[in-house]
């Protein structure tokens, strides 16, 4: 193919074309039914030539076009089977390859970033690329020091081209909105925009892989490949081999699905804890199955262009909600969202009413083990996106903190992973390891702090923030 499509007509004209070519394959489907096909049928046929070309269009772009089939991706266990079917595998094709940029280019980038004797660098340097993301594309080769690497390569005008991407996606979010219905778009890709300008330093990804490299060195549970040199649009890291989850979700056994969903929750919230970072680009093709030493799994984690800086660790607010909510606690926990911002002071609400929207969300955590299906994310989707429900009417007056966007993307994010996986998870075990808060008792045997402790450091919190719907 041809170099990264940059100019803002060309791109602008392949994403219009997107909403377009879905009303025009509706009207060739009416046709179909008038010509004696059945309905369902021609339904089937036209969602499948419609992810054909979602597939085809956001894969040329890269860009945040693809960075936006990426998040698409993790949310479509949430969808009814109908709906998701045709969808699922042009999407999941998003998470682990999509056409390369052209080795004359990749040699350019190289010689411009790594200075015109690169190739001394390597003993070994394929060309072709063994995989390919949003804003760059991954080599194999070897380091000149026998080390087996990983050499990501930015796209030529990535950082132009994702901002422009995302600006025409927005525009076009209501009309991208039947691809996942109960989703909203438009929160979505206004989050995305805003780690643009991170995802595009690759010193900035360096640093927090080197910090997670350095705090899960000889983890027994987590691999995280050691950086080995970075410049501008060139990072360059040890190469791990294992199996991506993406494999494991489509042909996965039984015992892969829950260790690697296992490992997958204590990463998610060890990772805060231990590092002050939290990983937010949870999607399949970051993650790896690989064998320990004991027989067992270990996960191999990928790509730390996009984190979340959380000096503290995850917000204490969390974990005491949670167990006050599995405590049945309603008062406690409305007082608690209403001083950390999540209920605005202009609104007021019943606290059994809160309980009792937020009681199915929580259940994977006051199970002793829980087994994520797709028919458990879709019910709880359904619930809250039926208009009719009352946990729509009260999840509309709820709102979502700043400072909680990310942290909620990544979660849900997850918990669509751990649905694709069909993993059974011992969840509870992780939050009363690594989740502040969410244990009672402090380690010195001392009750932890009560309600009141917690609402005065959410009231401590910048309380001008700007606050968004919770349904986002």
Known sequence: MSDLPRKAVTRTAKLAALPLSFAGRATWGLGKRIGGKSAELVARELQQRTADQLFKVLGELKGGAMKFGQAMSVFESALPEEVAGPYRAALTKLQEAAPPMPTRTVHAVLEERLGP???????????????????????????????????????????????????????????????????????????????????????????????????????????????VHQSDQVLVTEWIDGIPLSEIIADGTPEQRDRAGQLLARFLFSGPARTGLLHADPHPGNFRLLPADDGDWRLGVLDFGTVDRLPGGLPETIGTCLRMTLQGDAEAVY????????????????????????????????????????????????????????????GKQLNLPPAYLLIHRVTLSTIGVLCQLNATVRLRDELESWLPGFVEYAEDGEEAGDVDDAVSAADSADDTEETVPAEA
């Open 117 to 227: 004797e690169w190739r001394e660098l390597f003993t070994e340097f394929e060309d072709k690329p063994s995989a390919a993301a949003s804003i760059g594309q991954v080599h194999r080769a070897v380091w000149h020091d026998g080390r087996e690497v990983a050499v990501k390569v930015q796209y030529p005008g990535a950082g132009e081209a994702l901002l422009s991407d995302l600006a025409q996606l927005s525009r076009f979010a209501r009309l991208l909105g039947p691809l996942m219905p109960g989703m909203d778009v438009k929160p979505l890709i206004k989050e995305l925009r805003d780690r643009v300008a991170e995802e595009l330093d690759y010193g900035l990804e360096a640093e927090a892989q080197r910090q997670h490299a350095t705090e899960f060195v000889d983890d027994p549970d987590v691999v995280v490949p050691e950086v």
């Open 335 to 394: 007082e608690l969202l209403c001083a950390d911002g999540f209920v605005k002071e202009t609104i007021e609400l019943d606290p059994d009413a809160v309980l009792e929207y937020l009681l199915p969300i929580i259940e994977p955590a006051e199970a002793e083990a829980f087994t994520f299906t797709r028919g458990w994310i879709r019910s709880q989707a359904a619930r809250i996106a039926d208009i009719r429900s009352p946990a729509h009417q009260l």
